[in-house]
């Protein structure tokens, strides 16, 4: 089963591979803040029935932005990876958001050594580097360019 805040290209692809797809909106630009806080209280409310329906195995957050459902499955006892590839400008704009998710995580994932460099200096913690698909360089990270 997959959660998504809001529908995209990809809920398409896995409900077309048989897996269950669920799309809660929690928030949206531009809305007012009652229609806002409706839409953030209905969606929790959604997600902790479904932990408590289905108990699942393990909850894996994508990002920091969840924290709220990471904050949840934790208080279920449920185990939660925390998948971080935000940079030092996003992390540190919602770094009590950070911390209080890391707190509730079983095991934090990060996408390269620069985002462990940034969780463990708004955190204290550090993850296991799986990179996505981009292999570190052996120059530092220095690109020659041909011109």
Request: aromatic letters at 6%.
């Amino acid at each position: 089963m997959v959660l998504f805040s809001r529908p995209g290209p990809l809920t398409q692809v896995l409900a077309q591979d048989d897996v269950e797809v669920i799309v809660s909106e929690k928030s949206r630009r531009n809305i007012a803040i009652p229609t806002k806080l409706y839409r953030r209280a209905t969606h929790y409310l959604r997600y902790i029935r479904l932990l408590l329906l289905d108990r699942p195995d393990l909850v894996y957050s994508n990002t920091i932005a969840n924290f709220g459902e990471v904050v949840l499955a934790g208080c279920l006892r449920i185990p939660v990876i925390l998948h971080m590839h935000e940079g030092q400008h996003v992390a540190h704009k919602h770094r009590l958001r950070l911390r209080l998710a890391c707190c509730f995580s079983a095991k934090i994932i990060v996408g390269s050594q620069y985002v462990n460099r940034v969780l463990l200096a708004i955190t204290k913690r550090t993850g296991q580097v799986i990179y996505n698909g981009v292999l570190p360089t052996n120059n530092g990270g220095k690109k020659k360019i041909k011109k």
